[in-house]
């Protein structure tokens, strides 16, 4: 029996109003953009060599520049959330402000240090202000500084478990699912600006792998119109960039644990002031890739294949491009019961026993996500970007059809189906006084193809 069928639909066009307080250089996409600035003295000089940390206390994510030759900083990819800026100079009073970053458009900043002689004394009080945001979206703030420190359930679907494990309303599910606010299969994802909604596990598509993320915001309960297409959880990931790092930095992971299960991770990150490249990649091989059905675990081994690599080029003051690029391979065995291990005896027409069931599945995915940023003044920036992400799924039956036979199964199955959802969105946002509004849209395409064979054994 063969059913193939083609199912294509369109989302409408998506415009979304946002209001926030945001105080009002290099423009970003998607959910982060950058800090710049210029450090004086009180003569109006410029203060070189001095070193600017931008910081979170509460997601943990910490950032650090220093002034050039000009006086001037720049701190990229930085996502939406408030921070504490802290400039120290040699010779001049340390200096700390707080900046809201709700917008692509760049903070520009101007800041003037104190020489010692001329300060007067400062009083620091412990007090809960760090944690107050003007955004009333109930949400979790999430950076790398927590990644490490949390025993993720799953590697091959890491990010799941850390949004699992990291926010408050969310309740795990098997194979790498999870439940936000008791809803099921309405979660959706937000890569750089990407909307990714297809339900995210070990068993329907593959994730991006959590060595490329950056920080992230998870928004439970009622998401904004702009990420209006589901109605639960929204996960909205900003990757990380090798903009500015000057010289080369990354790591290489390794781990062993239960059930055979082997890792292994390299990522890289290099670039300059006006380029970037980051490049992840990562490996896992299991004695458990699935969540047995029995106590015991049973034929449900499985490898994982990740590599994502971003690109950011400044091709002028007002234009920037970013290019994020991914692929991801995963083989595993589909996890049996005793049912289907013990055949009782049982054999095919030509009189050969039966084997244990060796049903396999295989997921290919690839993500092609460029976009343009043109800065259109020091108020607004206009955001251009496309994506197209594919999935693959093969399911396999057994080598000999008739061990599929048992008593809970009758039938040998195999499928063929792949998914692609292909789209442009587009934004603009400005910022004025006190206030900040963004105008958006998105148009996304998706084309489903499948193919079932099945026979009756």
Known sequence: MLASYVKSSAAAFLFTILLAVVPSAHAQSG??????GTVVDPSGAVVTNATVEVRNPVSGFSRNAVTDAAGKFVVTNVPFNPYHVT??????????????????????????????????????????????????????????????????????????????????????????????????????FMVDGQPITDQQSKVFSNQIPLDSIASMEVIAGAPPAEFGEKTSVVISATTRSGQGLTTPTGSVTTSYGSFGTSTVGINVGYGGPKWGNFVSASGLNTGRFLDPPEFTVIHAKGNEENIFDRVDYQLSKADSIQLNLGFTRSWFQNPNSFDNVLHTGQTDPAGNPLSPTDQRSQIRTFNIAPSWTRLLS?????????????????????????????????????????LTNAGLRTSLSYVKGAHNIKLGATYHQTFLNENKHLGIV
């Open 31 to 36: 959910s982060s953009t950058s800090i710049t």
């Open 87 to 188: 400039v120290t100079g040699q010779g001049f009073a340390p200096y700390s402000g707080d900046v809201d970053v709700r917008s692509t458009v760049p903070v520009n900043l101007s800041i003037i240090l104190k020489v010692v002689g001329a300060a007067e004394s400062v009083t620091v009080e412990a007090n809960g202000g760090d944690l107050i945001e003007t955004t009333s979206t109930f949400h979790t703030d999430v950076d790398r500084a927590l990644f490490d420190k949390l025993p993720l359930e799953s590697q091959s679907s890491s990010l799941s478990s850390l949004v699992t494990l990291s926010s408050p309303g969310i309740a795990a599910d098997s194979n790498g699912l999870f439940h936000g606010m008791g809803d099921h299969a309405e979660n959706s």
């Open 378 to 418: 020091t108020n607004a920036v206009f955001t251009f970007g496309g994506f197209v992400r594919h999935d693959q799924y093969n399911y396999y039956p057994s080598r000999n059809l008739f061990d599929d036979l048992s008593p809970i199964q009758q039938e040998s199955v195999a499928q063929d189906r792949t």
